[in-house]
């Protein structure tokens, strides 16, 4: 599997991961359009596509967490796998991937917000080394329940 940047001729198949991936189970606002250039223009401006053999299979979206130089070591970032491609080790794979180009770029901590529902991403994101720095608690009121929200970082 390769991380790569980008590019507009795969925005449809971003567009079809996303749109399968960000439900209320795994976001409190998911973002739902069939129009590509409303879509575009909310992709996050760092996005990186997992291709296996060619194939997109994951999508992995980042950005600098604060707009000043005392936090620039700091990013945020988003993940989302195929929907046929999910449980077979890619999302894993790709913040491994990342991991090595967030070093590279100078990145030295990495920080991502998980519902509490999304039980699948948090074991993913432990088992690669993430820790719960904190939980917002009933941050969300969500098909009627409250949903814990979850802050975790991994150290590079």
């Given at each position: 599997m390769e991380l790569v940047p980008f590019v507009e001729e795969d925005l449809l198949k971003v567009m079809e991961i996303s749109q399968d991936s960000w439900t209320f189970?795994?976001?409190p606002s998911p973002f739902k359009t069939?129009?590509?250039?409303?879509?575009?223009?909310?992709?996050?401006?760092?996005?990186?596509l997992a291709k296996e053999n060619g194939e997109v299979v994951g999508v992995l979206g980042w950005e600098e967490k604060y707009p000043f130089p005392t936090g620039s070591h700091v990013c945020e970032?988003?993940?989302a796998v195929k929907k046929n491609q999910r449980q077979k080790g890619f999302g894993s794979k790709m913040l491994r991937l990342f991991f090595v180009q967030a070093k590279e770029m100078g990145l030295k901590k990495i920080s991502i917000r998980v519902l509490a529902t999304n039980e699948k991403a948090l074991q993913m994101y432990k088992k690669v080394g993430f820790e719960v720095e904190g939980c917002?608690?009933?941050?969300?009121?969500?098909?009627?329940?409250?949903?814990?929200?979850y802050q975790l970082a991994i150290f590079l």
């Open positions: 189970q795994t976001t069939t129009d590509p250039e409303v879509f575009f223009k909310r992709l996050s401006k760092n996005t990186l970032l988003d993940i917002l608690v009933k941050e969300f009121f969500i098909n009627e329940q409250y949903v814990n929200d």
